[in-house]
């Protein structure tokens, strides 16, 4: 067998659209959804993420900003941004780019977003409203994995659902989400004894470890869909070969790079093992971008119709 690809590159551009139809829709009423991004340090990953948010949120009609502070930022000037954001009237939504600088509490910073602003859904009240069913922002990979499903066709109700990882940002929120789909979901992590035969057990398999390749073709139920949320960068050449067999564009890219980026699957066995499986690059990494879109419209259109009524 070869699984389908599911190109996660495809479905965000619908969502996109989606997106950009609704900012469409709130301009009419004279609404300018506003996201504003705040980088604090140096991280090139995170230059890169940021920057290619704040060009998406263009596109689709959402004035967006990027707040630089360099690593030097106190943890109070950091809160104190975040208080004028809060209280900034024409800001819609608000995102603080992690990992912030190791001096800074992360969850202090999270936590003092308001949560009617808050476009990650990472702030207690709304991981809370997640929990329990209740309308909020969702964090934009895992909302942007169940979009996915949504437009492949793919209904987990009645699946077994295995999420590998049980971060806040990820593994959490994606459990919840497959199980208010009606999926019956097994979280598993670092501590999970045999995490390949439980693995195995899943139609639907979600991997979000963050160790390059580390799920391979004997974690996969045969004809499973498998989405894979893991970006790692590999450097060794044997590592890519493994990952990817013989496949001349990755080796090439490789030579010419000294790097490729690969996701927590083996990918060539794995592939021959699925019935469906998300790339990386190209898979979900698309899908968190144009969720955070949705959500910044989203968040827009709630607070300021609440105000207006
Ligand atoms: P994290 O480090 O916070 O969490 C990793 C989780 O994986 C932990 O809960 C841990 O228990 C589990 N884990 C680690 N090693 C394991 C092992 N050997 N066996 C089983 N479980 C193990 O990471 P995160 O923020 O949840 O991100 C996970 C991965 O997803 C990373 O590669 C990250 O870069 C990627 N990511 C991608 C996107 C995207 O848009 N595609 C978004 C967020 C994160």
């Known amino acids: 067998m070869t699984a389908r690809i599911l190109d996660g590159k495809k479905a965000a551009q619908t969502l996109r659209a ?48 990027t707040l630089r502070f360099d690593a030097s930022l106190s943890e ?7 208080h004028e954001l809060n209280a900034d009237d024409t800001v819609d939504a608000i ?5 912030l600088p190791a001096h800074i509490s992360t969850q202090r910073v999270l936590e003092a977003v308001v949560p ?36 492949e066709g793919i209904d987990p109700k009645g699946m077994r ?64 869909i498998v989405i894979d949320v ?12 493994r990952l990817f067999g013989h496949d001349e564009k990755r080796l090439t890219e490789f030579d010419r790079k000294g790097s490729v980026l690969a996701g927590d699957c083996e990918w060539a066995s794995v592939v021959s093992v699925a019935s469906a499986v998300t790339p990386v690059p190209g898979g979900v990494g698309p899908l968190t971008i144009a969720r955070l879109l949705k959500n910044t419209v989203e968040l827009a259109e709630s607070r300021r119709l609440s105000i207006l009524s």
């Open 18 to 65: 989606e997106a950009a139809a609704h900012a469409a829709r709130l301009k009419e009423q004279g609404i300018t959804p506003s996201l504003v991004v705040v980088l604090a340090g140096d991280n090139p990953a995170s230059a890169v993420y940021v920057r290619n948010k704040a060009t998406a949120a263009g596109e689709a009609g959402i004035a967006a900003r």
């Open 76 to 82: 109070t000037e950091l809160l104190g941004t975040i």
């Open 95 to 99: 995102l603080v780019q992690l990992p």
């Open 116 to 151: 009617a602003k808050d476009v990650d859904g990472f702030h207690p009240l709304n991981a809370g409203k997640l929990l329990q069913g209740q309308r909020g922002p969702v964090p934009c990979t895992p909302a942007g994995i169940m979009d996915l499903l949504r437009l």
């Open 161 to 224: 659902a295995t999420v590998i990882g049980r971060s806040d940002i990820v593994g959490k929120p994606m459990a919840l989400l497959l199980m208010h789909a009606h999926a019956t979901v097994t979280i598993a992590h670092s501590r999970t004894r045999d995490l390949a035969g439980v693995c195995r057990e899943a139609d639907l398999l979600v991997a979000a470890l963050g160790k390059p390749g580390l799920v391979t073709a004997d974690f996969v139920q045969p004809g499973a």
């Open 230 to 241: 893991g970006i790692n960068r590999v450097d060794s050449r044997a590592e890519v070969e």
